[in-house]
């Protein structure tokens, strides 16, 4: 029952296995280890990101979120039979929240964060890259709340350094 749940939250209840039905149906959109169920996973994250608190309480939703996001992702990998299966989204997820925490929500700038952060979890650039081999869900999670920071810190700067 436990790991139907962890299942059912990292894969952003089923939602992921969507690209690869589509995948399936229509050969031509098949892919070389693209899915696109990640983004899938960011897109429930820019969804759920009004759900979040903000301020200091939101650091803390966090890291709680990461923690639980570790957890159910190493038990889907158990299920599953993979280490980081592609079909687990709920990283993506943390991932977009770590992007997109404390920038302003304006579509503009959670547009901004939302490719960024698809960009750097794409592109897996070190150092966050060694966070991917970190055991269980750890691996899972913490490589996409590196890209997360990346894209955060890249933002920050451009709103930081844009004309007024």
């Known amino acids: 029952m436990i790991d139907r749940f962890c299942l059912a939250v990292a894969t952003g209840f089923h939602l992921s296995y969507i690209p690869f039905w589509l995948t399936a149906r229509f050969p031509d959109l098949q892919r070389k280890r693209w899915t696109g169920a990640g983004h899938v996973g960011a897109a429930l994250g820019w969804i759920s ?5 903000t301020g200091l309480s939101l650091g803390v939703c966090l890291i709680l979120a990461t923690v639980f996001a570790s957890w159910a992702s190493g038990r889907a990998d158990r299920v599953l039979g993979s280490h980081d299966d592609p079909r687990i989204v709920v990283d993506e997820t943390v991932g977009f929240w770590t992007a997109a925490a404390w920038l302003p929500r304006d579509p503009w700038t959670l547009a901004g964060a939302f490719v960024l952060f ?17 055991p269980g869900g750890w691996g899972v999670v913490l490589d996409d709340v590196g890209a997360g920071i990346a894209a955060n810190l890249l933002v920050r700067s451009v709103l930081y350094f844009r004309p007024v």
């Open 118 to 134: 698809r960009f750097f979890d794409a592109m897996k650039f070190e150092p966050y890259r060694r966070l991917e081999r970190l």
């Open 49 to 53: 990101l009004y759900a979040l608190p």
